[in-house]
C-alpha cells in the first residue's frame, strides 16, 4: 500500500510545513519533563473536549476518501438542497476582503478624506491535493474540478469560517483553477481554487 506524505506534499507544493495535526491541536502542545533524563521525553495535557458542531451547525470534522480525518472541511454544492454533494479533499483555506473606499484631498489640509462606499467579493484561496486510488493519478477526481469550473455558475459552499464570513444566501463562483506540478507521488495530484462569493439579489421592476 502507497504511503501518502501529506505534510510532504503541502511542503514540496507550497511551503508550508503544518503542525503535527490533530493530535498535538487535540491533546495540546508536548510538555518536557523535568528531571535527570538527558533524552527528549514529552507528556502531553489531558485532553479537552472540543465541539463537534459550529454555533451555525456546521460539522468540525469530516472524512476523505481514504477515511482520514479532516478539520475544517469544505463542501461545494450545484443544487441548493444537497449542500453536502462534494468533500473538497485534503484542504486549507484562506479568506480575505477588501473595501471599496474613495479618498479625496482637500486644500490645506494632511491626508485625505475618506469614504467607503462598499465592500469587495470576500476571496477565498483553496489549496488540496487530490488522491487516487491505488497507484492510479486522481484523474476522476481532477476532471471533476474541471467540470465544475466549466459550468461557470454559482455554488453553495459549506464550511465553519466561510458560514461565519460569508453569511447567509451567500454563493461562490469559481474565479481560477490550478493544477501545479507534481512531486514525489504517482497517484497525487495538488490542486488551487480560488473563489468570489457571489450574493444572491432580486431585481424587481415597478
Known sequence: MNKIDLKEIFGVT???????????????????????FRGEEFTYPEPVQQAVISEKGVAYWGANMQGRRMFMPIWLSAVDNNALAYLLPNTMMSLSVRANIVTTRLVNRHGTVKEEISDDDWEIRIKGVLIGEGNNYPEEEMQRLVDWRNQRQAFNIQNVKTTICLGDNEKVVIDRLHFPENRGYQNTQPYEMDLLSDKEFSLYID
Not at 508550508?16 to 535527570?36: A, S, T
Open 14 to 36: 507550497w511551503g508550508f510545513i503544518g503542525l503535527p495535526f490533530p493530535e498535538m491541536i487535540i491533546r495540546g502542545f508536548p510538555v518536557r519533563r523535568k528531571g535527570d
